[in-house]
C-alpha cells in the first residue's frame, strides 16, 4: 500500500519564476491538504482540497493556488517566486467522513515533500 | 485552535521512558490532543490522539489530565530512532478538515 508520494523532491528555480508541486494521496484517501515548512519551523497550513474543491485556506498569498484532481492527486502552484518561499512543500492526505461537516479521521498522512530552493 | 506550550529540547537515554509535556490550558470541550513527531528530512508522522481518556497504541501511551489543560507523550523505552521533533497539536476534531496549526515542538534527542 503506497503511502503519500510527492514530486519532485528537489528543485531548484528563481525569482519571478512559477513551479508546480504534485501529490498523490495514499490510498483510500479522499482528501489532500499543503502545508509549507521554513527551515527551523514547524509546517504551516497552506490550503486543503476535498471533492476538487478547495475547502479551507491558511494564511498564504493567491500566488499559492491549487488543484485536486477525479483521482484525488493534487498539484501546488505558486507564482511569481519570492526568496522566501525556498521551503519544504508537504502534502498530507486524509479520508473525509460525514461531509459536509469536514470530519476527518483521526490522522493525516504526510508525503516525504518537496524541497524548492529559490534563487 | 487552542495554543500549546512545549520545552524546546529534551534528551533521553537510550531504553529509558521519554516523557513529553504539553500545556493547552485554553482548549475547549471539543478538542482532541495529537502528536506528531518528524524526523530529520521526513514528513511529519502520526502518532496518537486523544479527547480525555488516556490512550495507547503500539508507538507510545497519551495521558491527558483530568482538567484537560496539559498532556504527557510518553515513549516507553526511546531508541536512537526516536530521535525527532515531536509536536503536540491541538484541534476540533469534527469541524476543521485537515488543518494541523503546528508550533515549534520539542526536539528530543536520544542518547546511547
Not at chain 1, 474543491?53 to 488543484?67: A, I, L, M
Not at chain 2, 490532543?33 to 490522539?49: F, T
Not at chain 2, 508507538?59 to 510518553?74: P, Q
Request: glycine residues 10%; contains cysteine; charged residues 15%.
Amino acid at each position: 500500500d503506497a503511502g503519500v508520494t510527492q514530486s519532485p523532491t528537489h528543485l531548484i528555480k528563481t525569482r519571478g519564476q512559477q513551479v508546480t508541486l504534485r501529490c498523490s494521496p495514499k490510498s483510500g484517501h479522499d482528501t489532500v491538504s499543503w502545508y509549507q515548512q521554513a527551515l527551523g519551523q514547524g509546517p504551516q497550513f497552506i490550503f486543503q482540497y476535498y471533492e476538487e474543491e478547495e475547502r479551507q485556506r491558511g494564511n498564504f498569498p493567491d500566488r499559492f493556488s491549487g488543484h485536486q484532481f477525479p483521482n484525488y492527486s493534487s498539484e501546488l502552484n505558486v507564482n511569481a517566486l519570492l526568496l522566501g518561499d525556498s521551503a519544504l512543500y508537504l502534502c498530507a492526505s486524509s479520508l473525509l467522513i460525514g461531509p459536509p461537516t469536514g470530519l476527518v479521521s483521526g490522522e493525516l498522512f504526510f508525503g516525504e515533500g518537496s524541497r524548492l530552493t529559490v534563487l | 485552535d487552542a495554543k500549546t506550550t512545549q520545552p524546546p529540547s529534551m534528551d533521553c537515554a537510550e531504553g529509558r521512558a521519554a516523557n513529553l509535556p504539553c500545556n493547552h490550558s485554553t482548549i475547549s470541550g471539543n478538542e482532541y490532543v495529537y502528536w506528531y513527531r518528524q524526523i530529520h528530512s521526513q514528513g511529519p508522522q502520526y502518532i496518537i490522539h486523544g479527547l480525555k481518556n488516556n490512550e495507547t497504541n503500539e508507538m507510545a501511551s497519551l495521558i491527558i489530565t483530568e482538567d484537560r489543560k496539559s498532556s504527557t507523550l510518553i515513549l516507553p523505552h526511546a531508541t536512537l530512532r526516536d530521535t525527532a521533533v515531536y509536536y503536540c497539536i491541538v484541534r476540533v476534531g469534527g469541524t476543521s478538515y485537515g488543518k494541523l496549526t503546528f508550533g515549534q515542538g520539542t526536539i528530543l534527542t536520544v542518547h546511547p
